[in-house]
């Protein structure tokens, strides 16, 4: 029977878990360079937990700066299977009413290309699946006990993720609409692509802050407006993470995330480099050293 560890990955306004047991904290160096800060873990309701402050602790990391890699690879590392991830973000529809949750199920990348979006390169090639970016699965249980303790949830949705860290602009707002997106953020990609190359389930929780600056009935996106709307979602988003690890603890994975470099490694396991091996066996070895 599976073990779950439960990684979380807290954006703006969630930067520590209550409730937690046994209480560690771990700094890891990865062959990617630091994580975004120590990663904490600890226990809640009998699962093992781990967390990491994905701007660091008091917000240091634009989100072009977040070491997306070394934040995935050490929550491997830590032997994490899921991970929620916990982001602000701006609606990009009026039924999305600032204060409530979206589990978004799509991804739509408007980074500009600084950020490194694989572990593979240095000698082997690699390519994973990605047509459903979220773990159906974990997406569930985060709609369920979103439910549970109260708060408006919007299962699905399109995620847009831009560079930041400026806003963006009223023309970029509108278009953005016109092409049905849901939600507007400036970190689930890469992390979502990481996370998948890792094999680590992994799912969002997107606490609608603004209506970005579509919205002629309302004010334009600010960081002011952000932040008090962020102030009253953090409570809910910690009881969304209690509620839904209990139900992690009692539910067995049934997706493929798991197995999403089955078939996904290219190079001919001979040709792999010593050290690109060695970096990445947490990710790849149970494939390359086994020789499938």
Not at 136 to 154: K, Q, S, Y
Not at 158 to 180: D, H, L, M, Q, V
Not at 272 to 280: E, K, S, V, Y
Not at 282 to 291: A, L
Request: a negative charge; glycine letters at 10%.
């Amino acid at each position: 029977m599976e073990t779950p560890v439960v990684g979380v990955i807290g954006g703006s306004g969630l930067y520590e878990i209550e409730g937690l047991e046994k209480v560690e904290e771990v700094t890891l160096d990865t062959p990617f360079g630091a994580p975004s800060d120590s990663f904490i873990t600890g226990t809640l309701d009998g699962v093992k937990m781990v967390f990491l402050p994905r701007h660091g602790r008091g917000h240091r990391f634009l989100p072009s700066e977040v070491n997306y890699r070394a934040n995935i690879y050490g929550m491997k590392k830590l032997g994490v299977t899921r991970i929620i991830s916990v982001s602000a973000v701006g609606s990009m529809k009026e039924h999305i009413v600032p204060g409530h949750i979206v589990i978004p199920d799509q991804f739509f990348d408007r980074t500009q290309g600084k950020r490194a979006s694989t572990f593979f390169g240095q000698g082997i090639a690699g390519h994973v699946q990605f047509a459903d970016p979220i773990c159906v699965d974990l997406a569930a249980i985060l709609e369920n006990a979103a439910g549970e303790v109260g708060a408006v949830v919007h299962a699905g949705g399109t995620y847009i993720c831009i560079e930041g860290p400026n806003f963006s602009t009223r023309a970029e707002s509108k278009t953005y609409r016109s092409w049905g997106v849901d939600v507007i953020g400036m970190t689930n990609i890469p992390e979502a692509r990481l996370a998948r190359e890792a094999e680590i389930c992994y799912a969002t929780v997107a606490l609608a802050t603004d209506y970005d600056c579509w919205h002629e009935g309302h004010d334009d996106v600010s960081v002011e407006a952000v932040l008090n709307i962020i102030r009253q979602n953090v409570a809910t988003a910690r009881a969304i993470i209690k509620t839904a690890v209990g139900q992690i603890r009692r539910q067995q994975a049934g997706c493929s995330c798991a197995r999403a470099l089955e078939f996904a490694i290219m190079t001919e396991h001979r040709l792999i480099p010593g050290d690109t091996r060695q970096a990445l066996e947490p990710i790849i070895g149970k494939y390359v050293d086994s020789g499938v």
